[in-house]
């Protein structure tokens, strides 16, 4: 039996308020502790989406009533929100800014808006960009004009890696973040049906559809090649459902944070990570970065040779599917206590809604 302590996930998406077919704050914190994960930050793309005191106070209001793991929640940057924003910077996770597309309709196009949040945001807490490639090496250049703390979301290329090496080099204030889709999942052979690396094949279409998108071989090589650049685990879980992913214009994004865990144990089982790196990058580093607290008498218990299949019936999410059925993982979460509480224990989740609390409170 190994003894861990409770992970903490930096990128969830719970879709509460507004989209809770989808998920909410309690399947999504149960699906969380269920794969050791005790603590999540969760982004603002919510419908409507987090970005102001009103709606602040109604997703903070909806994981009070229902999150069973502790939790912050982002805000996020739009076109006019800089000010109150850096005003309720303490009561948030961090700041999100979108300046690629994806899921939500947070996206921030013109660079003078970037400039805004980049001059007022306090900086106690980073700006976690969506930014993909050149965006991405503007973001950076933004963060070292005011100083400021960037955290880069989900990194997925060669060129983000690399780009980020030297910037931190050069002494950016930045730090970044790996999805376990983008370090296990390749993009779909063009012709063909989707290829999920060696794991046999996977879903089709839809399926595959996130953003970032998946990527090729070698900028997959080059995220394990240079993982002393990356800073944290995190899981990017982007629950939507089977029916929306197999249906007319797939929404993009992975169901992730209770596969997290399993994934990176059979990763050290291979010997392609150590478990001290497994540990900096989901507890010590997040804690850290995101000036989180320590969560007292909270640990995870692993069989670490216990070898299973991954599979959406057995998953806590709403969404109810997973890019890595039928994967076969080493390593498996037994049991999890929070705060003193047996959390979870052999399949069942034994905190109620609400016990979850606020970090930022
Ligand atoms: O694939 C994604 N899905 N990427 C994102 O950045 C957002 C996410 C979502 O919210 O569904
Ligand atoms: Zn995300």
């Known amino acids: 039996m190994l003894k861990l302590p409770g992970l903490i996930d930096p990128h969830v ?8 077919h989808k998920e909410d704050w309690d399947s999504g914190t149960a699906s969380a502790l269920a794969g050791g994960v005790t603590m999540v930050l969760a982004m603002p793309n919510t419908k409507p989406p987090i970005f102001d005191q009103a709606t602040l106070d109604l997703a903070l209001e909806a994981a009070r009533r229902k999150a069973r793991c502790d939790y912050a929640q982002y805000l996020g940057a739009g076109p006019e929100n800089a000010a109150e924003a850096a005003r309720l910077a303490p009561r948030a996770a961090a700041l999100k800014m979108y300046l690629d597309s994806t899921f939500g309709q947070l996206r ?7 400039l805004e949040h980049f001059r007022q945001w306090p900086g106690k807490t980073p700006i976690v960009t969506h930014s993909e490639s050149r965006s991405m090496a ?9 100083d400021k703390p960037i955290h880069i979301a989900h990194i997925s290329l060669r060129e983000e890696v690399l780009l980020i090496r030297a910037a931190k080099e050069h002494g950016v204030k930045v730090t970044c973040e790996v999805c376990p889709h983008h370090l296990f999942l390749m993009q779909p052979a063009p012709s063909s049906a989707p290829s999920f690396g060696d794991h046999g094949a996977g879903p089709g279409g839809g399926r595959t559809e996130v953003r970032p998108r998946l990527a090729t071989q070698a900028d997959v090589d080059a995220l394990w090649a240079n993982l002393d650049v990356i800073d944290c685990f995190a899981t990017d879980h982007a629950p939507h459902t089977l029916a929306e992913k197999d249906g007319e214009n797939p929404p993009p994004g992975f169901p992730g944070v209770e596969t997290l865990l399993p994934l990176l144990l059979t990763a050290v089982h291979d010997g ?20 989180l607290p320590e969560q007292p008498q909270t640990w995870v218990e692993v069989d670490e040779k216990a070898e299973y299949e991954i599979k959406a019936s057995e998953l806590h999410s709403r969404c109810g599917w997973t890019p890595f059925e039928g994967w076969k993982v080493t390593g498996k979460v037994t049991k999890v206590v929070l705060r003193g509480r047996e959390a979870f224990k ?11 609390r606020n970090v930022r409170d």
């Not at 921030?108 to 970037?114: E, R, V």
């Open 13 to 20: 998406h719970f879709r509460d308020p507004g989209q809770t």
């Open 108 to 114: 921030l196009d013109d660079m003078t808006l970037w």
């Open 138 to 146: 503007a973001a950076l250049w933004m963060a070292h004009m005011f």
């Open 272 to 291: 392609r990570i150590s478990l001290d790196q497994l540990i900096e990058k989901t507890i010590t580093n997040p804690r850290r970065i995101f000036n």
């Open 346 to 356: 052999e399949g069942q989740i034994l905190v109620e809604p609400g016990f979850g």
